[in-house]
């Protein structure tokens, strides 16, 4: 039986993969080469620094690590710049419908991302009331497809894998649920997330109930 839903946070909840692409492609450019929407899907799912290395392979680039601990600040400055301005407007459609439905079912509700930035966003959205448990970067020290964000997620709400679902938008993060018991929902496409047990564009007019029996027959 599922007694509670944990979620990613970019890409799930709000789009701001929009805002880390424009802050990885700012880097690029100081740093003299192209980085594309292409390439930035690489970068979905998994760490801040790892994210830099993926981006300096793309422009065949090598610095030593004190260099790149000061690029991975400057991007987050760039991102943070960006989020301090989001507005509850950017929540993707149909979510807040869905986050209520959970709450009047009594679904425990967690949050599970790799983003160490993850409460500054709920903050800005308004959202930080809904969640029971949030596990962020700052709270785990291996990055997805390692399942740790999802299972400290579901030890917090006091609840084994199989009682819970992961909504997840990349495969490292399919990848993670998987891997760690759990059943999954893939938010985006199903050629890129095939492994979860069910693919859905978004929250738009589905319950929870309806969602259940979607993974269970």
């Known amino acids: 039986m599922i007694k509670g839903c944990i979620f990613d946070l970019d890409g799930v909840i709000v789009d701001t993969a929009k805002y880390h692409y424009l802050a990885w492609k700012e880097l690029a450019d100081d740093l003299g080469f192209e980085f594309t929407e292409k390439d930035n899907e690489r970068l979905k799912g998994v760490s801040r620094m790892r994210s830099l290395d993926i981006l300096l392979e793309v422009g065949n680039k090598t610095f030593d690590e004190a260099s790149k601990l000061k690029f991975a600040e400057n991007k987050n400055k760039r991102y943070l710049d960006y989020i301090l301005n989001m507005t509850p407007d950017e929540i993707l459609p149909g979510v807040l419908d869905f986050l209520d439905d959970l709450r009047s079912k009594n679904i425990k509700i967690a949050l599970g991302s790799a983003s160490k930035n993850a409460m500054t966003i709920l903050n800005q ?29 579901a030890e917090a709400l006091h609840l084994k894998p199989e009682e819970c679902i992961v909504f997840e938008d990349a495969e490292a993060g399919v990848e993670a649920a998987i891997k760690g018991g759990f059943k999954c929902i893939g938010i985006g496409s199903p050629e890129n997330l095939g492994n979860a047990n069910y693919v859905m564009k978004g929250f738009e ?4 109930d309806e969602l259940i029996y979607k993974i269970e027959h």
């Open 125 to 153: 959205l308004k959202l930080k009331n809904y969640f029971d448990v949030v596990i962020d970067g700052t709270k785990v020290s291996k990055a997805k497809p390692d399942p740790e964000v999802f299972l400290k997620g």
């Open 205 to 208: 007019n589905i319950s929870f």
